[in-house]
């Protein structure tokens, strides 16, 4: 039986829902002069870097019975930042980076 | 002459007849089986194809790959990926990945998005590890043909295209492109 589980940040990327995890935030910013744009700053765990979003949505709890990896067929079709895995809810289909 | 007690003769044959009749019947299913074993082994073993359209064109893929085929549900976008994936779909508990057949065959080449995917259908294809669904218009037959009759790829077909095909078959009086899985899974 799995027990983890990871609390997620949702933000809209304008063609997809993304999910960074909680602990990885470092500050969520609105963008100036872009009503509805944020940037958010990740880097508290990991290497720093920002993605720029056009919604922020809340945050979710996956549990890893919620995480399945990427598709390889998918990976190899990404360019730009990869994601480390799919988390596939009732509520929806999230990437999470 | 002599009556035979018990055997009555019906519709005017005699028991026989009916005897060499049914020996004649029997003789001739044979020969029909043996030729049909014969000319398998002559043209190769049979293979099964699942025949499938994609606006005019008909397409098929051998049903071995064929993993299963599915009505499309909700599809998840993904940003940065390759303009033929569509996104992720919820398949069964399993996340599939789903690809714009039309895309895949006609690479960097401008094709109308699909508007909406309802009355379409996804092929699940499987090959060397790989799992994706391919969007498809309709799905047409599934015809059992001996291999002998894929004939190699049209000289008209683009040499960029001709990759993603194993041979040509003809299925109702149509050539059907016969789609090679390993090159419609990898890039």
Redesign the interface.
């Known amino acids: 039986m799995t027990t983890g589980s990871v609390e997620l940040l949702l933000v809209d990327?304008?063609?997809?829902?993304?999910g960074y995890d909680c602990r990885d935030v470092v500050r969520v910013e609105e963008i100036a002069g872009d009503p509805g744009g944020y940037l958010v700053r990740l880097g508290r765990l990991g290497s720093p870097r920002e993605v720029a979003c056009s919604g922020v949505l809340g945050s979710v709890a996956l549990s890893a019975r919620e995480i399945?990896?990427?598709?390889?067929?998918?990976r190899?079709?990404?360019?730009?930042?990869k994601p480390w895995a799919?988390g596939?809810t009732q509520r929806?289909?999230?990437?999470l980076y | 002459m002599f009556e035979v007690i018990g055997m009555v003769p019906t519709s005017g044959m005699s028991p026989l007849d009916e005897a060499r009749e049914e020996l004649l019947r029997e003789a001739s299913f044979d020969a029909e089986v043996t030729g049909r074993e014969k000319a398998r082994e002559e043209s190769g073993p049979a293979r099964t194809l699942l025949v499938f359209s994609v606006g005019a064109e008909m397409y098929a893929v051998d049903l071995v790959h064929v993993r299963k085929v599915l009505r499309p549900a909700?599809i998840?976008?993904?940003?940065?990926?390759?303009p033929?994936?569509l996104?992720?779909?919820?398949c069964q508990?399993?996340?599939?990945?789903v690809?714009d057949l039309r895309k895949v065959l006609s690479p960097g080449k401008e094709t109308v998005p699909p508007r909406a995917t309802e009355g379409k259908f996804i092929v699940v294809v499987q090959h060397g590890?790989?799992?994706?669904g391919f969007l498809v218009d309709a799905v047409r037959d599934v015809a059992e043909l001996p291999a002998s009759s894929v004939h190699p790829v049209l000289d008209s077909i683009d040499p960029s295209r001709a990759r993603l095909f194993e041979g040509t078959v003809a299925s109702g009086g149509q050539f059907v492109g016969l789609l090679s899985p390993s090159a419609c899974?990898?890039?």
């Open positions: 990327d304008g063609a997809a829902l993304r399945r990896p990427v598709p390889e067929v998918l190899e079709r990404i360019t730009g930042e799919v596939l929806g289909i999230y990437l | 909700r998840a976008r993904v940003s940065g990926a390759s033929e994936v996104g992720l779909m919820n508990g399993e996340v599939l990945c690809l590890g790989k799992e994706a899974l990898n890039p």
